[in-house]
């Protein structure tokens, strides 16, 4: 995409990012990720449950837990 065609899409790209998470990126590549500002409390919590899990299981396996 052309800067002129990314300058085009913003407001659609801005729009669609105030829905769900937009992913960027560059050739292929995942660069960056817009997102609303309402969606942070739903990703907080679910990137601490996930990460809670998966201490708990690595410890379960090392026999800690």
């Known amino acids: ?3 002129s065609q990314f300058r085009n899409r913003q407001s659609d790209d801005i729009a669609a990012a105030q829905r769900d998470p937009v ?3 560059s ?3 995942g660069r ?3 997102y609303s500002i309402s969606c942070v ?3 907080t919590t679910v990137i601490t449950s ?3 899990r998966s201490s708990a299981a690595s410890r379960a ?3 800690r837990g």
């Open 61 to 63: 396996d090392t026999g």
């Open 1 to 3: 995409m052309t800067l």
């Open 27 to 29: 050739r292929g590549a």
């Open 41 to 43: 409390p739903s990703a």
């Open 32 to 34: 960056r990720v817009a």
């Open 50 to 52: 996930v990460t809670w």
């Open 23 to 25: 992913e960027i990126a």
